[in-house]
């Protein structure tokens, strides 16, 4: 009976210890909009994976197999930093695909805890994303979601790399993104 009454401090404690050190949680987004537009004349802005002019922060696309699946993107950023994108999924009949981030550049290097951190140019790790239309009627919806981890995957993360500053980074991204396609798409 006494080792049993040792054995639960000790437990208590794993336990404690075990739920306080826990790495990132994987977060998501989720932004929808409807447009005053047939979903056909929307998807065909969004339709070309090698296309992505229709999203504010980007410059320029390169691609290099189309919408086959495992294409890759390059999305070259107004501020000249790139994210590299693999093809998951893709739709036509469905209007809409999937894809994956396989490597960012560095928007800047800070130190934290003693070690120099580079920050990426989104501020996520393992990201997936789908975007989709639907028709409404007249009208189209368009879902963009996404799913993360912080960009920086260890214990007590900097504000730049938080799930705070990811959550922000992508919801910016995917409402900039779809408030301009319904701009585009209304005209």
């Known amino acids: 009976m006494k080792k ?3 054995f639960l401090p000790v437990l208590m404690f794993a336990f404690t210890s075990a739920a306080n050190a ?7 987004a989720d932004e929808e ?7 056909a004349k929307v998807w065909g802005i969004i339709k070309d994976y090698g296309d992505m002019s229709w999203l504010p922060a980007v410059k320029n696309t390169t691609v290099d197999k ?3 699946i495992g294409s890759i993107r390059v999305l070259t950023l107004q501020d000249g930093g790139t994210i590299t994108e693999e ?6 009949d469905k209007m809409a695909y999937g894809y994956k981030i396989t490597e960012m550049s560095t928007a800047k290097t800070i ?3 003693g070690n120099e951190e ?6 996520v790790d393992n990201y997936t994303a789908n975007i989709g239309v639907e028709a409404k009627g007249d009208t189209s919806v368009v879902t963009w979601k996404g799913a993360y981890y912080r960009a920086y995957t260890n214990n007590n993360p900097p504000a730049e790399m938080n799930e705070d500053a990811a959550n922000k980074a992508v919801a910016d991204v995917f409402k900039a993104g779809l408030a301009n396609l319904k701009t585009l798409a209304e005209k």
């Open 33 to 39: 909009i409807t447009i005053n537009a047939p979903a």
């Open 22 to 28: 826990h790495g990132p949680v994987r977060q998501k």
């Open 87 to 92: 093809l998951k999924k893709y739709d036509a």
């Open 66 to 68: 189309g919408n086959e």
């Open 111 to 113: 130190t934290h805890a």
């Open 118 to 123: 580079k920050v990426p140019v989104l501020p």
């Open 4 to 6: 049993n009454l040792l």
